[in-house]
């Protein structure tokens, strides 16, 4: 069993830059696949970034790419995703999700813990 806490989300200026952690429990995280996803009002979850056990292989979404940086530390059971150059439409409630594999995927459906997610509001 995984649980997953983020924290750091916010309001800020767009252009500006959040940071945000997802600890985690459990002792299989440095196992884990680790992703963020986000959901705006009235729309599906989508995926965002992901990263592999190791830390040494990322992917991002087109809509984030350059701009967001997920990282992991595990001795920390830590998960962060640096937000910078932040958009309006990066306005959402941003979750953390663990996958218990060693591939990642972008797919929702894949992942198999879920944080309670945490707001971050981009104003114009």
């Known amino acids: 069993q995984v649980q997953l806490v983020e924290s750091g989300g916010g309001l800020v200026q767009a252009g500006g830059s959040l940071r945000l952690s997802c600890a985690a429990s459990g002792r299989t995280f440095s196992s884990n696949v680790m992703g963020w996803f986000r959901q705006a009002p009235g729309k599906e979850r989508e995926f965002v970034a992901t990263?592999?056990?190791?830390?040494?292989?990322?992917y991002y979404a087109d809509s984030v790419k350059g701009r967001f940086t997920i990282s992991r530390d595990n001795a920390k059971n830590t998960v962060y995703l640096q937000m910078n150059s932040l958009k309006p439409e990066d306005t959402a409630v941003y979750y953390c999700a663990a996958k218990q594999s060693a591939y990642y995927t972008t797919l929702v459906a894949d992942y198999d813990y879920w944080g309670q997610g945490t707001q971050v509001t981009v104003s114009s």
């Open positions: 990263i592999n056990w190791s830390g040494g292989r990322t």
